[in-house]
């Protein structure tokens, strides 16, 4: 019973938000927005409380293949904690950020976009119905565009322009490979196609269109091209949710087909690990180069993805190992690096932000003094550094580790290498920021506004959880044993 | 295998993938917006065709199958809303251009 | 209901292809669009052809009517671009494109011929539980209650267009009188001139458009038809005035504007969550007053629909005073 209330608050308490951000009166807005956060936040918290099994629940009481169901199990509730904590935090920081005084105008825009953006992520991660992604895809899509374009620049125009129209090009993909699937199944509902036999030309089809599409969407190497410019001229607590959630949306519906619908794809795999290790590798070097911080960020986002997608061949060859343990390792270091990274990359952004409207530029070398200016956003620029490089404590590092070990184990090496590289150049563009802020400032450097406090809160909140995730990690693990498709409990 | 040849669903489906092949053709192709614009709408009449082409085999007693005529529908308020966001982007990012005398 | 293809079909397959070619092809822009307008309408006869007279009318009203006029209203102003006139890639880049294109065609049409004729589920399940769904037209019952949950989805993706298309506009207005910006696209610079043709024909069909769209919501519940083909119609009222110059009650920013686009998914929400406290799901209602709940979602959606449209055709015309 508090299940199923938590559940259907997930769900529809963002919605409320969209509604009553947009009606309500000016003044109450703030503390309307601040009440379903907290409410949303409540709900995700009590559902990955009472998780104890994957379970179902029937949108309008038809139940799949007539209507819509939701999946729920340990990796949409870890992909829903991953959003509740990154919006909790940009929420928050949003508040102090449109409250400056400079920008009102953006304000009002904000909150209805900022949750429909929730409600959408919320949505997709529960529901087990291919097409309904899609609409929930279109959904975030749309609601990302316009905050993009809240940075009010015709720069901004054009990236959103670039990645909506990428992205429309994406879905369409998608689509096709949905409909496809739908004349092959009869059902547009995931867990009722699995498992799809693996010499199935048409099913081949739908895989590819489907992810090329979501590729396309997820901005995966060499599709990338839309997404420095579009993460790195939004606002800065939009960057934050562009980076950390919205590109991890297409990469849970790619996870959900290549490893729990088509389970035997022994070559086709390693296209996408191919792809991945190229992001990381090209991602990498493009964000060592870069001059401004907010493009460096962006370009780390396009690396760090290349991470995830290494997830398809090293799952595919847990499946056919016989080792429970081993598979189930890999299963929660991919997850745990969806997560980590999420939580690394928002603070990154935050903090950034916070960096650019106390000096009003994000040129790197402008950076000359920020550790005396403000120390706790150099501090957690540190701590979303360690993650993203993979060091102990942080999440980063418990799921590269296990993302490491898993390589290894399964014999293969060439990403196992790659995943060492890629930790190596993160650590060339992180300490790059870092040798700047540790640098006395000059007279032309030194910072001159100060920023609201809620927003270095917010910043160090991120932090917190960085270190929380390195620490903690048994209780994000237990989560995940929910519904997983390596179970570790009875043999298979 | 004839029978099969002959019905609708079979010729609208392949219109429905040649209308997808013109149209993917023409968004890699044309460099304005617009123009791009155009041809992911024509292109996603395409896909819609191919779904349609769907609910006509999986007809059941008489009528075509409702849940693929359903995506469609969805599908195309969804292109709408779509061409609407993009031309109001792409209107204003003329207007900014030309401001600055570009 | 026919399963063999006749002369018809093929004429109309061609006439299509041939359309499409133009708006897709075709050096100029303006009738690149007028081309896209026509291969609208041919797909509206396609989708009859396929027993969906639904879609066909959504793909009239909203596909190709409505789409039509956003691009009619934006072409202007794109149309002497040097890129919105042809194409200007290099053959090679061309024949590698053509390639791939065909490539995908090839695929495509491959897996169409190979789709196995494996019986779907569904439509036995919609006609087992048609009885209960409150309509008695499958498809509405699939739009509005079997897959409500992704109608209101797609209604939230037309509130959030048209929330952007509206931010966009107030944002970027160059204008520095704020209760000006918040209006200017809307309110016509010119009073109505009543003798101009598209007045006369504004006035004509007005009405005529308002009842149509009335009677498509009412008969929507079982007969084709419905939210989205009435809220088109009655938008299109709507864009006609604006088009004559009509005073359109239109503010952007008034709470006013702001409630009626939210309403069909503030109505969604509410069903949801009555539902939940009903004891139900969500969305989910008792057979028996399902018609009731279906009817009330269809009426809120069509008039959140009919203004969304309007909105954004506003903010799709080109800026600036209209002559």
Known sequence: MTRDLALTSVLLVPFLGVIGTLLLPERLRRPFSFLVTTLVLAAVGALAVSLRDAFRYEISGWGAPLGIDLHVDGLAVAMLLLTGTVAGAVSAYADGHYRDGSSQKPAAGFWPLFFGLWGSLNALFLVSDLFTMYVCLELMTFSSVALITLAKDAQALRAALTYLMTALTGSLAYLLGVAILYGEMGTLDWTLMSPVPGDDPVAWMALSLMTAGLIMKGALYPLHFWLPGAHAIAPAPVSALLSALVVKAPFFILLRLWVQVWTDAPYASHVLGALGAGAIIWGSFQAIIQERVKLMVAYSTVAQLGYLFLAFPILETAARTADQAARQDAWEGVIYFALSHGVAKASMFLVTGLVVQATKTDDLRSLRGAAAHVPAAVLVWGLAGISLIGLPPSGGFIAKWQLLTSAIRFGLWPYAAVILFGGLLASGYVFRVLWYAFLAPDGSSAPKARVPAVMVLAALFLGTVIVLMGIRTADVFAVLKAGSPFPTVGAP | ?102 | MRDRIEIYDVLLVVTLIGAAWRALFGKDAFSATVFFIVYGLLMAMAWVQLDAIDVALAEACVGAGLTGALLIGAVRQFERAPGARALRRTMGLRASIGALSLLALAGLTASLFEIENRRSPVPPLVERSLGDSGSAHPVTAMLLNFRAFDTWLEIGVLLIASLAAISIHRLYDPSPIEGRASTAPTRPRLQIQSQTQPWIMARTLLPLLILVGGAMLWFGSHAPGGAFQSGALIGAAGILLQIAGGRSALRLSSLRTRSLLSLGFSSFWLMAAGALLAGGRILEYPPASAGAAILALEAAATLSIALTLNVMYACSRPWGPEP
């Open chain 2, 1 to 102: 295998m004839i029978a099969e040849l002959s019905s609708p669903f079979l010729l609208y489906g392949a219109v429905g993938c040649l209308l997808i092949g013109m149209g993917l053709y023409s968004l890699a192709l044309h460099t304005h917006v617009y123009r791009r614009i155009l041809a992911w709408n024509a292109l996603g009449g395409g896909v819609f065709l191919f779904l349609g082409a769907i609910a006509k085999r999986n007809a059941y007693g008489g009528s075509s199958d409702p849940l693929p005529q359903a995506l469609v529908i969805t599908g195309i308020v969804v292109s709408v809303s779509a061409t609407a966001l993009a031309l109001a982007i792409a209107r204003r990012l003329q207007t900014e251009e030309r401001g600055n005398g570009a």
